[in-house]
């Protein structure tokens, strides 16, 4: 049976480049998220054209067709037509990848479906935060106990969530995937952990890590299990596959998860440790430096939760802590401000809003989302990240910032720093600053590189306007009407701009202004204008009339042809198109909308071609 969006995903196929380029497809809450084998292949313009897509994203690893709310329909149709993917080869688009950008990619990747429950969750830990800070609910309450947990469930329950997507990304089972992330978090794993006795498996030592909120341990599992499960798929045959490769590929998984590739983390972290007591004898400003660079990474790989143990020690033992406290402190600061940079830079309407969340719950000191939804995709906000945790980590070290208490590490943890002297705090607060402004320069200072190619595109498509309005006139002789009144949620929602439609008289298009044609469906159904002063318009004529393949439909332009007010472009047969019972609805979007303060329709009613139909207010 057919899906709704049939049509449009064999055309979303088609212009990625195939089914033959796609090594691998999920989806967030707006977009498809591709990964193609090689990205010169897909044709991102007329993508960024088709009906029901918003727009094209290449970035972070990822080729991204934006849907909108129903991206679910669309992909569901879209992976139907897909159906099993091959394993594909990069064909070599001359762009080889190192270790560091593959590992980068696996990352964003696998954490892109689950950045909605990371950020819902940290948001729900923010706002608990400014409840305590604020003395409206005591942290030794039951309800701070109840809310506190049910935040922190998303995060400690991690190596679910990343076991399913790094499976899929990888081409594995991800139940079998998941299934291995209950080993590391099994209650009965965590009473051994509890207990502390040695423990063996087969005679070979179990290390006794704890797993919770850990991310790097569970993707190199499910790396492991994608080729133990591959390699017993080969070899066992199909008529017991179905209980043999499962049985397998869990206890030999597992038994190298429990063994070696688990606890990989907490040796370099104990090693890390080791080394910070090292540096500290002999320069105690610097473990505020390290960490206010690299936390970052170190929570990547888990390998902070062998330094923080650190700052406990030392309170325990002298009464302050300056090893972990001050320089996770500047860090999560810096990452919050890195992220809140990033929403103003991204052109992208949903990574804005996901970048603006994320850094409001990191100032808070929760940092996953920001970490794994901006900072890693994007790259650039990272680095920031790391530039301005480091100078605040710089002067918190050399001015000897401490806290008097351990906990979370973030604006509400301010309090942590008073101490008998009042200088603590100022220092602290100096090192705040300090990291605020040098990342947020940091930051911007390098989007106008990493950026760069979205705000191309975005000044390619959208020139500088110089002047206060622009008049767009009808390219049609007919009845206008609100775009709200066309029967296609993607023109009549707006999701592709703000316009009109109307109902045509005559089986004509002409130029509304001097531009050029920037696109033209080989369908003949559907023509993209650009003006000289960069509105960029698109003339759907009737809905669903791609299914004509051109029938009935003459083009006298070409793409990339420049063209006159007035001049005819299209011309189609009215009668003939009604009679195959098409609608004739012709919706006339702005599709650079969102470069313009408003886009405002001329009264309703009877138009011609010497009528005014939109008002552009720059």
């Known amino acids: 049976m057919s899906g709704k969006y049939e049509k449009l995903a064999k055309e979303i196929i088609q212009l990625v480049g195939g089914k033959e380029n796609v090594k691998n497809l999920i989806h967030c809450q707006t977009r498809l998220r ?10 991102k313009e007329q993508l960024g054209q088709l009906d029901g897509v918003a727009g094209v994203i290449d970035s972070g690893g990822q080729f991204q067709v934006v849907i909108g709310t129903h991206v679910s329909e669309v992909y569901e149709d879209v992976k139907a037509q897909l159906g099993e993917l091959e394993e594909v080869v990069d064909t070599g688009d001359g762009k080889k990848k ?3 950008t593959l590992g980068i990619e696996f990352i964003s990747t696998s954490f892109s479906p689950i950045i909605p429950a990371m950020s819902g969750a940290g948001m729900i830990k923010a706002l608990l935060a400014l409840l305590v800070l604020f003395d409206l609910v005591s942290n030794e309450s039951q309800t701070y106990y109840i809310v506190n947990f049910m935040a922190d469930a998303v995060f400690y329950f ?7 997507t790094a499976a899929r990304k990888l081409k594995c089972n991800p139940y079998l995937a998941m299934a291995l992330a209950g080993v590391l978090l099994h209650p009965n794993f965590a009473a051994m952990i509890a207990e502390g006795n040695p423990v063996e498996l087969f005679a070979m030592p179990v290390r006794l890590v704890g797993y919770g909120a850990s991310v790097i341990p569970i993707l190199l599992i499910v790396i492991v299990q994608s080729f133990i499960e591959k390699f017993f798929n080969r070899i066992i045959p199909n008529a017991v596959k179905i209980v043999f490769v499962p049985m397998f590929t869990i206890l030999i998984t597992g038994i190298v998860a429990l063994v070696a590739v688990g606890p990989l983390g907490s040796y370099v972290g104990e090693f890390i440790a080791a080394g910070f007591n090292g540096i500290r004898a002999v320069a105690p400003w610097a473990p505020a430096v390290i960490v206010g660079t690299l936390l970052p990474i170190m929570v ?10 650190l700052d406990v020690i030392q309170l325990t033992s002298v009464g302050y802590a300056n090893i972990f406290g001050p320089g996770a402190m500047v860090s999560n600061i810096a990452t919050g401000i890195a992220s809140l940079v990033a929403s103003r830079r991204t052109k992208v309407q949903k990574e804005q809003q996901v970048a603006v969340s994320a850094g409001i719950t990191a100032l808070m000191g929760i940092t996953e989302p920001a970490l794994y939804g901006v900072a890693l995709p994007k790259k650039y906000p990272l680095i920031g990240t790391m530039i301005g945790g480091g100078l605040g980590g710089l002067y918190a070290g050399v001015s000897g910032a401490s806290r008097f208490a351990t906990g ?8 942590l720093y008073i101490g008998e002297d009042i200088s603590n705090l100022i220092n602290i607060l100096i090192a705040i600053v300090i990291t605020m402004v040098t990342t947020a320069i940091a930051t911007y200072l390098l989007s106008l590189r990493f950026e760069k190619g979205e705000e191309v595109q975005e000044k390619t498509t959208n020139s500088v306007i110089e002047v206060d309005s622009i008049l767009i006139n009808s390219p049609i002789n007919g009845e206008m009407m609100p775009l709200s009144e066309v029967k296609d949620e993607a023109f009549s929602t707006g999701m592709l701009g703000q316009g009109v439609a109307f109902e045509p008289t005559e089986g004509k298009i002409v130029a509304p202004f001097d531009g050029e044609v920037v696109s033209l469906f080989p369908t003949k159904h559907a023509i993209g204008l650009r003006c000289e002063n960069g509105v960029e318009l698109l003339i759907h004529v009737g809905l669903n009339t791609v299914e004509l393949n051109g029938k009935y439909f003459d083009a006298l332009v070409a793409q990339g042809d420049k063209v006159t007010r007035g001049q005819t472009l299209l011309t189609f047969d009215l009668d003939k198109i009604r009679a195959e019972g098409y609608t004739t609805q012709t919706p006339v979007v702005v599709t650079n909308t969102a470069n313009y303060k408003e886009v405002k329709l001329d009264s309703l009613g009877l138009k011609n071609i010497d009528n005014v139909m939109l008002t552009i207010q720059v």
Do not use: W
């Open 34 to 43: 591709f990964d193609l084998a090689d990205t010169t292949k897909a044709a």
């Open 98 to 100: 190192n270790f560091l």
């Open 408 to 415: 979370s590490s973030g604006l509400p943890a301010i309090p």
């Open 158 to 164: 991690l190596p679910f969530f990343l076991a399913n």
């Open 300 to 309: 990547m790989f888990g390998i902070h939760t062998s330094i923080g143990p």
